[in-house]
């Protein structure tokens, strides 16, 4: 059987990258081809807030080479995923750029956020460092990508997501907004300065002297492994601290110039590298960390190995499992009652399962409901009273590992509506969602107030529910451990809900 081919392009901050991978049955992804063209995309959307006509139309000239190489794996470009990071986010003519990028050549463009990032670079960590999994997770670790227009950065308490920030931060915009002032250019103490409040919180978070393992993600960090002759596994370099420091050092005093005629590199694939890796050495200097790991791979790669045919199942799970800690980790950061949100997520999820032919909702959907039940209190840290609001707020406000903007906003109108009102006309926040997704969330959020009701007293008295329909009722039978009264009167109080959705009246038999 023939292997199936998939293939990635990023437009990042100063480069294209292609990355075409097969995915032999009952194997492993193997990448089968990549390149990569520089472009200074981002100098220009940082310095002027557009992207100049001469390098649109370098960009379509390097797609339809892309396009050439692709169509020599039978791929066309709507076969290609093709993904914009931080410069594409900011340019005021983004849409002007995607539209003549896919008029001449056929590539569509999908531009992602910052928290698509973070889940992108951890699918490339786990696809790269695979066989250091176990080891990595016996203590805590920072993934960080230093990028020319954001930083991405992740804190894993012994192999668990405990914090995610996708920070405004880059060192190529940076550099810009240093050229032309008194200091001319950026120096290791104003970039240091300009560090410290990001360090302040991440040491908050997770103290950085506990961190032992230190992952640099993205094309600065694969650039100086190359130029570092870095010790090679399958899929990643090893640098040690002093390797790294010493590498830091020399680029800084070497100019471009110098910098292009020493090591090859192309002139736009210097921009912000030295900045680069000082940013990466002052995350590691307080860390515990004595070498750094740097994955062979990047976004194209974790977008493959997200997107490819028979997944890696542990590597999938393991991602499902980082989204549910990273949400415990929001609840906690908020004093939420985490024996309450657990069961109310457990409770909504049997309901869930027990009911695919009513709602005909995904797996994805089934995540968002856990998400938004284990959230679902947290406005009480704000004031008791009117709480699924303020609940709404500080989730539509927070980031959540491996979940994109559009995930945030479903999760925040169905914690809004575990309670109180339904969604009216001047509800902007639900109006302005997608219909499929203003239908998600009132399945959803129906699901959710019922599971809630069942545990009024955060006393967990209810447990194995079983749901039987009867005609237009809907009963739930349980395991008790104590008196249900209280939840009976809650349930009764709040299934209006469920009854106009699913059309069947709940009953606690």
């Known amino acids: 059987m023939v292997p199936k081919l998939s293939a990635v392009i990023n437009v990042g901050s100063t480069f294209l990258r292609l990355v075409i991978a097969e995915f ?58 093709v993904i914009g990071t931080a410069a594409l986010r900011e340019a005021r003519n983004r849409d002007t750029f995607i539209d003549r990028v896919e008029v001449r050549t056929g590539f569509r463009i999908q531009v992602l956020d910052g928290i698509e990032e973070n889940r992108l670079s951890y699918m490339a960590v786990q696809y790269a460092l695979k066989d250091q999994w176990v080891l990595l997770s016996k203590h805590n670790a920072m993934i960080a990508e230093v990028g020319g227009g954001s930083t991405e950065l992740i804190l894993l308490r012994r192999g668990m997501i405990c914090a995610v920030h996708s920070l405004n931060f880059g060192t190529v915009r940076l550099e810009e907004a240093y050229r032309g002032s008194q200091l001319e250019e950026i120096t290791p103490q104003t970039l240091r300065q300009s560090m410290s409040t990001t360090k302040e919180i991440l040491d908050d978070e997770m103290k950085l002297g506990t961190i032992k393992s230190f992952i640099a993600v993205g ?16 899929r990643y370099w090893r640098v040690n601290k002093t390797q790294w420091l010493q590498l830091t050092h020399l680029i800084h005093r070497l100019s471009p110039e110098e910098i292009v005629r020493r090591y090859g590199i192309p002139a736009s694939a210097v921009e912000g590298f030295g900045s680069a890796l000082l940013a990466f050495f002052y995350l590691l200097e307080d860390t515990a960390a004595d070498e750094i790991f740097i994955p062979k791979v990047g976004y194209s790669e974790g977008l493959l190995v997200e997107l490819g045919p028979g997944i890696d199942q542990e590597i999938q799970s393991r991602f499902l499992l980082q989204v549910r800690a990273s949400a415990l980790s929001l609840g906690k950061k908020y004093h939420f009652d985490l024996e309450h949100a657990k069961h109310v997520a457990e409770l909504s999820l049997q309901i869930f399962d027990q009911m695919k032919k009513d709602h005909n909702l995904d797996p994805r959907s089934r995540l968002l409901l856990e998400v938004a ?21 500080l989730v539509e406000n927070s980031e959540i590992f491996g979940l994109n903007r559009s995930d945030i906003g479903i ?9 109180k009102t339904m969604p009216l006309p001047s509800h902007l926040t639900y109006i302005n969602l997608p219909r499929e997704d203003r239908l998600a969330v009132l399945k959803l959020a129906a699901i959710l107030r019922v599971a809630d009701a069942l545990d009024r007293g955060h006393s967990q008295k209810i447990t194995n529910l079983r749901l039987e329909r009867h005609d237009e009722e809907m009963h739930l039978k349980a395991d008790y451990t104590a ?22 009246k709940v009953i606690l038999a």
Request: charged share 25%.
């Open 411 to 419: 999760i925040g109108n169905v914690v809004r509506y575990h309670r």
């Open 219 to 234: 094309n600065y960090a694969r650039l100086a492994a190359e130029i570092a002759e870095a010790a090679e596994g399958d």
């Open 24 to 81: 032999p049955e009952g194997r492993e992804m193997h990448v089968v081809e990549q390149a990569t063209k520089f472009m200074g995309l981002g100098r220009e959307v940082y310095t002027t807030g557009i992207i100049r006509k001469k390098t649109i139309f370098q960009a379509i000239q390097i797609f339809l080479q892309y396009k050439e190489l692709l169509t020599g794996y039978g791929l066309t470009p709507e076969s290609v995923r």
């Open 483 to 504: 008196d249900v009264a209280s939840e009976r009167f809650s349930l009764s109080d709040k299934c209006n809900m469920f009854e106009d959705v699913y059309g069947y």
């Open 373 to 393: 039940a284990i959230l679902h209190d947290i406005g009480t840290y704000i004031k008791p009273s009117g709480h699924h609001k303020h609940s709404q707020y």
